[in-house]
């Protein structure tokens, strides 16, 4: 079952549509060109986590791309909208996952009017079977270097654009070679991010817990669960720590995860054919701080 709410202006809360119908003008400028942003959620028990985080973010990619957006709570009513339909239809149950999608494009090619709307669905089995039992990763060079989003910003490194052709075809690249995902690097050896996630590495020396990412400057998308997560960590007696990282680093840390607002924390069990050494007791440690996130 798929929800779909549009956010328009003749409809406070968002007009319902039916998802088993085409919704979207061939000429839409996010179908023809990519030209639009997106932000996925993760609701619980009909509730969306992390809202403002991700309204925020998807703020800041329609900045980067000048493109117009809704207001805030034109989206949150919507998002309530889109799970209550979602919910009267369907069995759900509090420990339901629900993926909640919400895209805007610049519209219909000559119009001035944008296209948003909020898309609610179940979360995919082979994204909690990932969660619970781990990915192989092959390490891919972006093609970039490390700081190409200061030199280039029109190439909207830092945005979550509808653009991902290139994120998806590195995972079938992956997936044809025996892995289940990707972590990118730059092309003067630094570590970046996954097509759908942030990497974390954690590090325990003389009893002392450091979780560390790369840094933002190097031109990833800030990750709302990373940094979701790192306040809570922070309060549980972790230090905390962003790059420059290289591949090495990865090989030499205490445990290496992708987390993501869908697929949570999700252990990387080896890297490019090696096995890493990520002790379950840290996954659980960080599963159940990523579980306090709201």
């Known amino acids: 079952m798929t929800v779909l709410v549009f956010l328009d202006?003749?409809?406070d809360d968002g007009r319902v549509a039916d998802a088993t119908q085409p919704q979207i003008m061939a000429t839409d400028l996010g179908a023809t060109r990519g030209d639009g942003i997106f932000e996925s959620l993760l609701a619980l028990n009909g509730?969306?986590?992390k809202v403002q985080a991700h309204l925020d973010r998807l703020a800041s990619s329609a900045r980067a791309l000048d493109l117009d957006l809704p207001p805030q709570e034109a989206w949150r009513r919507a998002i309530a909208t889109a799970l209550d339909e979602y919910t009267a239809g369907a069995d759900v149950l509090p420990e339901t996952e629900l993926t909640v999608k919400l895209v805007v494009t610049r519209g219909v090619e000559g119009a001035t009017t944008p296209t948003a709307w909020v898309q609610v669905a179940p979360v995919p089995e082979k994204t909690?079977?990932?969660r619970r039992d781990g990915l192989a990763v092959?390490?891919?060079d972006r093609g970039y270097d490390s700081?190409?989003?200061q030199r280039a910003?029109?190439?909207l490194m830092g945005a979550k654009t509808l653009s991902y052709a290139?994120?998806?075809a590195a995972v079938?690249?992956?997936?044809a070679h025996g892995a289940d995902d990707v972590i990118f690097t730059s092309s003067d050896g630094k570590v970046l991010e996954g097509p759908t996630s942030t990497v974390l590495l954690a590090r325990v020396r003389d009893g002392v817990k450091t979780l560390l990412t790369p840094q933002l400057e190097s031109g990833i998308l800030p990750g709302t669960s990373q940094s979701a997560l790192f306040e809570v960590a922070k309060s549980a007696g972790w230090e905390l720590g962003y790059g420059p990282l290289v591949p090495a680093e990865l090989y030499d840390a205490d445990g290496v995860w992708l987390i993501s607002s869908i697929r949570l924390l999700a252990p990387v069990n080896s890297l490019d054919g090696q096995q890493l050494p990520t002790p379950p007791e840290l996954t659980e440690e960080l599963s159940a701080l990523v579980a306090k996130i709201s």
């Open 9 to 11: 202006p003749a409809y």
């Open 47 to 49: 509730e969306a986590r």
């Open 128 to 130: 909690r079977r990932q």
């Open 138 to 140: 092959l390490l891919l």
């Open 147 to 149: 700081t190409v989003a």
């Open 153 to 155: 910003p029109w190439l």
């Open 166 to 168: 290139v994120n998806m």
């Open 172 to 175: 079938r690249y992956a997936q």
